[in-house]
């Protein structure tokens, strides 16, 4: 089938998961993309078709029935896009399929393709590869790895956005000569524990880091992943652009996927063996209902962290470390049961119409909160605000005791 490599590998630990994963493929394509859909008898390709074609066409509980006999299905759009959804598997013959009428709707519509083996050799490499497998881990949970060419990951490939523009003037004389995200802490600096992140992860493959003050240090030790690839530099020498306006700054070099913007004088400590953090981010966010998850922290568990909480949840449901739930900025008159601790999946469309210049990102989760579209999901290991002396020493003593254990 594909000769691309793979740029996308998901795990999906349900069928909500996998649900999750083809709303976010659906929000991805247009007129013109071919999906064609791989893996065995009831690895999930009709579910994720299904999943795709409701979300496009806007209807949660339409009928979308198996095309197994009729070969092909048709729908469309609310936008007038066509959608052809065809499964290949009672195909004999690969050249049957120019019956079919293939070659006519690939240009004008969006086509969904289960057992495209089943395609003449000619047709198996136009178009996105999306590989479905069953795996360990209990009923429904699948392993989904996505190749295509360089115009497929360019599109789809997720980024983040390391944030390491600022002056750092709380971390005083640490600062002076030496940007935050270089201040070393645990035996290395601070930015190095957001790219193990990207190093772990198996949807984000690479990260735009902004800079500003001191810049040319920063360079010089992100040079060897620049040159690399897993680096692009976002230049703010000439004006220091904020938070929010760092990330709209950035936001041309990115896909149309969503992406994370990391706050890196956070550390999120997590045991190896479970799921990358920001893939689990990513694969809990759904552009249709939010437009910022936040990585949430219980208050009173949070090592150099001021304050008494930042969030508060919303209405019955509470978010969690695999639950995604509605929260809302504490107005500070009092406490809140979670931090957010820097780490947030969002996209494009959250910073439209946002202030061409330096702004923060808590203007982003207010219209975000103000629209009921700011959600939360509970990080599952340790985390740890370095953003003074203080923290420091509380980080330094915490990575103390964990080399004892």
Request: proline residues 7%; contains cysteine.
């Amino acid at each position: 089938m594909s000769a691309a490599p793979h740029f996308l590998s998901v795990t999906c630990k349900d069928e909500a998961d996998t649900q999750r994963f083809a709303h976010w493929l659906a929000d991805t394509l247009k007129a013109g993309d071919r999906v064609l859909l791989s893996g065995a008898l009831g690895a999930g390709k009709s579910v994720i078709a299904r999943a795709v074609i409701r979300r496009l066409c806007g209807v949660a509980d339409m009928e979308v029935p198996s095309p197994t006999f009729t070969l092909i299905q048709s729908y469309e759009t609310p936008d007038g896009v066509p959608i052809w959804h065809s499964d290949l598997y009672r195909i004999d013959d690969p050249e049957e399929v120019y019956e079919l009428g293939f070659d006519e709707v690939q240009d004008s519509g969006i086509t969904l393709i289960e057992w495209p083996e089943r395609l003449p050799a000619s047709e198996q490499a136009l178009g996105l590869f999306v590989r479905i497998d069953t795996c360990g881990g209990g009923p429904g949970a699948r392993r989904i790895t996505v190749s295509g060419g360089d115009g497929w990951a360019v599109r789809l490939r997720p980024r983040a956005i390391l944030l390491a523009a600022g002056r750092g003037t709380r971390m005083g004389a640490l600062a002076e000569t030496c940007p935050k995200p270089l201040v070393p802490v645990g035996g290395r600096p601070l930015i190095d524990y957001a790219l193990e992140h990207i190093g772990r992860s198996h949807m984000v493959h690479a990260a735009t880091v902004n800079v500003h003050h001191l810049a040319d240090q920063m360079e010089a030790h992100l040079a060897p992943h620049i040159r690399t690839g897993m680096v692009q530099i976002s230049d703010e020498r000439a004006e220091l652009m904020e938070t929010g306006g760092g990330v709209k700054k950035a936001l041309p070099v990115l896909a149309d996927a969503p992406f994370l913007v990391v706050n890196t004088d956070v550390i999120l400590c997590q045991p190896p063996e479970v799921q990358p953090w920001f893939d689990r981010l990513l694969s809990q966010f759904d552009p249709a209902r939010m437009d910022c998850l936040l990585t949430l922290f219980p208050t009173d568990r949070g090592i150099g962290f001021e304050g008494h909480g930042d969030l508060l949840p919303v209405g019955a449901d509470q978010p969690g470390t695999d639950q995604a739930a509605p929260v809302a900025l504490t107005s500070g008159s009092g406490p809140a049961p979670y931090l957010y601790v820097g780490t947030m999946a969002t996209h494009k469309a959250a910073y439209r119409d946002c202030p061409s210049g330096p702004f923060s990102n808590l203007e982003i989760f207010r219209r975000a909160a103000a629209a009921r579209r700011l959600y939360g999901l509970v990080f599952d290991g340790q985390a740890l605000h370095v953003g003074s002396p203080q923290g420091v020493a509380a980080a330094e003593q915490f990575f103390a005791g964990e080399r004892q254990r």
